[in-house]
């Protein structure tokens, strides 16, 4: 059975940081791109972040370079996304997924997390 578990959103003003995190079981995580996506009210779910199979490649949502990073831990199974200088309009439920055969993941990503909600106020 695979499950992503997210975990460390919460309310945090503007210009604070928040590091979320994913756990991931059930599946050979070292074969799996992996990305951080956010769904606003309203708004299509997006790609935030996304890290290939290794950690060497990455690439962000042009909203978040400069302020958001990601990373993985192959040993743990985990995926990171620290996230720095954070604005209202980082505001969404954030979710992560696992893809065996995309990089960046898409939304047609076959594993998700159930979401952690990050609330950033003004």
């Known amino acids: 059975q695979v499950q992503l578990v997210e975990s460390g959103g919460g309310l945090v003003q503007a210009g604070g940081s928040l590091r979320l995190s994913c756990a991931v079981s059930g599946l050979t995580f070292v074969n799996y791109a992996m990305g951080w996506f956010r769904q606003a009210p309203g708004k299509e779910r997006e790609l935030v972040a996304g890290i290939g199979w290794l950690g060497r490649s990455t690439n962000y949502a042009d909203s978040v370079k400069g302020r958001f990073t990601i990373s993985r831990d192959n040993a743990k199974n985990t995926v990171a996304l620290q996230m720095n200088s954070l604005k209202p309009e980082d505001t969404a439920v954030y979710y992560c997924?696992?893809?065996?055969?995309?990089?960046?993941?898409?939304?047609?990503?076959?594993?998700w997390g159930q979401g952690t909600q990050v609330t950033v106020s003004a």
């Open positions: 997924a696992a893809d065996l055969q995309h990089y960046p993941p898409g939304r047609g990503s076959p594993y």
